[in-house]
């Protein structure tokens, strides 16, 4: 089955600089890779998604890289503000449709 | 937009006892729902298949006896904690995948607390 991991487990950034967070997958099947947001007590929140025939996409400040070659993606938030801070997670979806999430990664910004 | 709504949002319960929680696509059919299990400070994991009309199928380690799910109609999933322990404390949140537009709905999420 799908194996996602992702790292940092934790990172710190100065407020306005960029942060950056990647995964790996394990099924060369997966075809759509989601990355979520999640606040204390809530449920995860989309951001930003990307899917296996796109190498990348931006939505403001954030925006997602695809290498379907290395079986790598990640997660680039620029220009970052307090209300970044939280637990982001990168996930991938198998053919079966299952959501394999990575982790996770506690985003702190710092002042 | 599409909406998956789950409940209860918070529930207690004593050791022993059974409880249920819903997840329901409110506005598209979802011939499959996913329920994924979240204790403090982890990831989400995911616990079992939901199909429509045919029986779930289970992740490799999540009870099938204790952990019921049904999904009788194309709108809703169930998923009953049995016998309930304090272990199975967590954040339980389901899924669905609306077909057009292709993505993945969450639902609100329920905090099971078991004394």
């Known amino acids: 089955g799908e194996n996602v991991e992702q790292h940092p487990s934790t990172l710190s950034v100065q407020e306005g600089d960029s942060a950056v967070i990647k995964c790996t997958y394990s099924?060369?099947?997966?075809?759509?890779f989601p990355w979520y947001k999640q606040e204390l007590g809530k449920r995860p929140q989309l951001i930003i998604d990307?899917?296996?025939?796109?190498g990348e996409k931006k939505d403001q400040r954030i925006a997602v890289t695809l290498n379907k070659t290395a079986k790598h993606f990640s997660l680039h938030i620029t220009e970052t503000q307090p209300e970044d801070s939280a637990v982001y997670f990168c996930?991938?979806?198998?053919?079966?449709?299952?959501?394999?999430f990575g982790k996770g990664t506690r985003l702190h910004i710092l002042p | 937009g599409a909406v998956v709504s789950q409940h209860p949002s918070w529930v207690i319960c004593k050791s022993g006892t059974s409880v249920k929680i819903e997840c329901r696509s409110l506005?598209?059919?979802?011939?499959?729902m996913f329920w994924y299990r979240q204790f403090p400070k982890q990831s989400l994991m995911l616990m079992a298949t939901?199909?429509?009309?045919?029986?779930?199928?289970?992740e490799q380690g999540v009870e099938k006896d204790k952990f019921l799910i049904n999904h009788a109609s194309l709108t809703l999933s169930t998923l009953t904690v049995t016998s309930a322990h304090p272990e199975d404390s967590s954040f339980y949140i389901c899924?669905?995948?609306?077909?057009?537009?292709?993505?993945?709905?969450f639902g609100e999420g329920s905090w099971l607390t078991v004394v």
């Open positions: 899924s669905a995948h609306a077909q057009g537009p292709d993505t993945i709905y």
């Open positions: 099924d060369s099947a997966s075809n759509y």
């Open positions: 990307i899917r296996s025939n796109v």
């Open positions: 996930a991938a979806r198998a053919g079966n449709d299952k959501i394999i």
């Open positions: 506005d598209f059919q979802a011939t499959t």
């Open positions: 939901s199909n429509e009309g045919s029986k779930a199928t289970y």
